[in-house]
Protein backbone atom coordinates (compact mmCIF):
# COMPACT_ATOMS: atom_id res chain seq x y z
CA UNK A 1 0.00 0.00 0.00
CA UNK A 2 2.57 2.00 0.80
CA UNK A 3 4.06 2.05 -2.36
CA UNK A 4 0.85 2.99 -4.06
CA UNK A 5 0.42 5.81 -1.93
CA UNK A 6 4.16 7.09 -2.98
CA UNK A 7 3.53 6.05 -6.73
CA UNK A 8 -0.03 8.47 -6.53
CA UNK A 9 2.17 10.77 -5.09
CA UNK A 10 5.13 10.44 -7.33
CA UNK A 11 2.90 10.12 -10.44
CA UNK A 12 4.62 13.47 -12.41
CA UNK A 13 7.86 12.24 -12.03
CA UNK A 14 7.09 8.60 -12.49
CA UNK A 15 5.72 9.54 -15.77
CA UNK A 16 8.73 11.51 -16.71
CA UNK A 17 11.07 9.01 -15.91
CA UNK A 18 8.95 7.20 -18.39
CA UNK A 19 8.71 9.57 -21.32
CA UNK A 20 13.11 10.26 -20.55
CA UNK A 21 13.18 6.31 -21.07
CA UNK A 22 11.11 5.80 -24.33
CA UNK A 23 13.09 9.08 -25.32
CA UNK A 24 16.56 7.31 -25.01
CA UNK A 25 15.05 3.96 -26.71
CA UNK A 26 13.73 6.12 -29.69
CA UNK A 27 16.99 7.83 -29.97
CA UNK A 28 18.70 5.11 -29.95
CA UNK A 29 16.71 3.24 -32.46
CA UNK A 30 17.17 6.36 -34.46
CA UNK A 31 20.99 6.28 -34.28
CA UNK A 32 20.90 2.53 -35.41
CA UNK A 33 18.52 3.20 -38.41
CA UNK A 34 20.67 6.58 -39.01
CA UNK A 35 24.09 4.00 -39.44
CA UNK A 36 22.56 1.31 -41.69
CA UNK A 37 21.13 4.11 -43.56
CA UNK A 38 24.66 5.39 -44.10
CA UNK A 39 25.89 2.09 -44.99
CA UNK A 40 23.59 1.43 -47.66
CA UNK A 41 24.37 4.91 -49.13
CA UNK A 42 28.07 3.53 -49.28
CA UNK A 43 27.24 -0.26 -50.62
CA UNK A 44 25.72 2.02 -53.23
CA UNK A 45 28.69 4.33 -53.86
CA UNK A 46 30.62 1.41 -54.13
CA UNK A 47 28.35 -0.41 -56.42
CA UNK A 48 27.81 2.40 -58.33
CA UNK A 49 32.06 2.38 -58.99
CA UNK A 50 31.94 -1.35 -59.52
CA UNK A 51 29.72 -1.06 -62.42
CA UNK A 52 31.56 2.03 -64.14
CA UNK A 53 34.28 0.31 -64.25
CA UNK A 54 32.82 -3.06 -65.73
CA UNK A 55 31.28 -0.60 -68.39
CA UNK A 56 34.48 0.50 -69.36
CA UNK A 57 35.86 -2.69 -69.18
CA UNK A 58 33.12 -4.27 -71.52
CA UNK A 59 33.62 -1.34 -73.61
CA UNK A 60 37.41 -1.82 -73.97
CA UNK A 61 36.81 -5.00 -74.41
CA UNK A 62 34.54 -4.36 -77.49
CA UNK A 63 36.38 -1.72 -78.77
CA UNK A 64 39.46 -4.64 -79.21
CA UNK A 65 37.51 -7.21 -80.52
CA UNK A 66 35.73 -4.49 -83.03
CA UNK A 67 39.67 -3.71 -84.17
CA UNK A 68 40.70 -6.78 -84.46
CA UNK A 69 37.58 -8.04 -86.49
CA UNK A 70 38.20 -4.94 -88.39
CA UNK A 71 42.33 -6.27 -89.22
CA UNK A 72 40.80 -9.46 -89.86
CA UNK A 73 38.19 -8.41 -92.39
CA UNK A 74 41.53 -5.89 -93.82
CA UNK A 75 44.37 -9.18 -94.24
CA UNK A 76 40.99 -11.12 -95.50
CA UNK A 77 40.74 -9.03 -98.28
CA UNK A 78 44.56 -8.45 -98.98
CA UNK A 79 44.84 -12.13 -99.05
CA UNK A 80 41.74 -12.88 -101.23
CA UNK A 81 43.74 -10.00 -103.82
CA UNK A 82 46.27 -11.99 -104.38
CA UNK A 83 44.41 -15.25 -104.32
CA UNK A 84 43.06 -13.83 -107.48
CA UNK A 85 46.15 -12.41 -108.57
CA UNK A 86 47.96 -15.87 -108.14
CA UNK A 87 44.88 -17.28 -109.89
CA UNK A 88 45.14 -14.96 -113.37
CA UNK A 89 48.64 -16.05 -113.41
CA UNK A 90 48.23 -19.28 -113.36
CA UNK A 91 45.14 -19.13 -116.04
CA UNK A 92 47.78 -17.24 -118.12
CA UNK A 93 50.35 -19.91 -117.38
CA UNK A 94 48.06 -22.51 -118.71
CA UNK A 95 46.83 -20.54 -121.45
CA UNK A 96 50.58 -19.92 -122.78
CA UNK A 97 51.27 -23.63 -121.82
CA UNK A 98 48.47 -25.30 -123.84
CA UNK A 99 49.25 -22.86 -127.08
CA UNK A 100 52.89 -24.14 -126.74
CA UNK A 101 51.37 -27.75 -126.80
CA UNK A 102 48.79 -27.05 -129.53
CA UNK A 103 52.42 -25.16 -131.52
CA UNK A 104 54.14 -28.24 -130.73
CA UNK A 105 51.16 -30.93 -131.60
CA UNK A 106 50.54 -28.72 -135.03
CA UNK A 107 54.88 -28.94 -136.12
CA UNK A 108 54.54 -32.97 -135.55
CA UNK A 109 51.49 -33.51 -137.46
CA UNK A 110 53.31 -33.00 -140.81
CA UNK A 111 56.14 -35.00 -139.55
CA UNK A 112 55.13 -38.70 -139.41
CA UNK A 113 51.68 -40.84 -138.86
CA UNK A 114 48.22 -39.54 -137.95
CA UNK A 115 48.37 -41.46 -134.71
CA UNK A 116 51.33 -39.04 -133.04
CA UNK A 117 49.17 -37.04 -134.21
CA UNK A 118 46.09 -38.07 -132.71
CA UNK A 119 47.87 -39.18 -129.59
CA UNK A 120 49.34 -35.42 -128.96
CA UNK A 121 46.59 -33.75 -129.31
CA UNK A 122 44.54 -35.81 -126.46
CA UNK A 123 47.75 -35.44 -124.20
CA UNK A 124 47.28 -31.63 -125.31
CA UNK A 125 43.81 -31.33 -123.98
CA UNK A 126 43.85 -33.73 -121.00
CA UNK A 127 47.21 -31.73 -119.85
CA UNK A 128 45.09 -28.48 -120.28
CA UNK A 129 41.88 -29.75 -118.46
CA UNK A 130 44.28 -30.84 -115.80
CA UNK A 131 46.10 -27.54 -115.51
CA UNK A 132 42.10 -25.52 -115.92
CA UNK A 133 41.09 -28.31 -112.73
CA UNK A 134 44.43 -27.69 -110.83
CA UNK A 135 44.12 -23.98 -110.45
CA UNK A 136 40.39 -24.20 -109.67
CA UNK A 137 40.94 -26.41 -107.10
CA UNK A 138 44.38 -24.14 -105.51
CA UNK A 139 42.15 -21.29 -105.73
CA UNK A 140 39.33 -22.64 -104.16
CA UNK A 141 41.76 -24.26 -101.42
CA UNK A 142 43.04 -20.79 -101.07
CA UNK A 143 40.07 -18.98 -100.26
CA UNK A 144 39.23 -21.50 -97.62
CA UNK A 145 41.64 -21.26 -95.95
CA UNK A 146 42.18 -16.97 -95.77
CA UNK A 147 38.51 -17.87 -94.57
CA UNK A 148 39.67 -19.94 -91.66
CA UNK A 149 42.58 -17.54 -91.06
CA UNK A 150 39.95 -14.55 -90.78
CA UNK A 151 37.79 -16.40 -88.76
CA UNK A 152 40.56 -17.14 -86.61
CA UNK A 153 41.96 -13.72 -86.47
CA UNK A 154 38.01 -11.88 -85.82
CA UNK A 155 37.70 -14.79 -82.86
CA UNK A 156 37.48 -12.39 -79.35
CA UNK A 157 40.14 -13.76 -77.27
CA UNK A 158 40.42 -12.98 -73.69
Known amino acids: MTYLYLAVKAWREILIGLLAFILLICLTLLNHKTGQIEKFKQTEIVLQAENAKAKASAALKEKKWSEQQLKAEQNYNAKIKQIESDSR ?14 IASSR ?5 CEAKTEYIEIES ?6 VREYTKMA ?16 WPSD
Open 139 to 154: ERADAERVDKEKLDEA
Open 125 to 130: NVLSYC
Open 108 to 112: LSSAT
Open 89 to 102: LANASADSLSKQLK
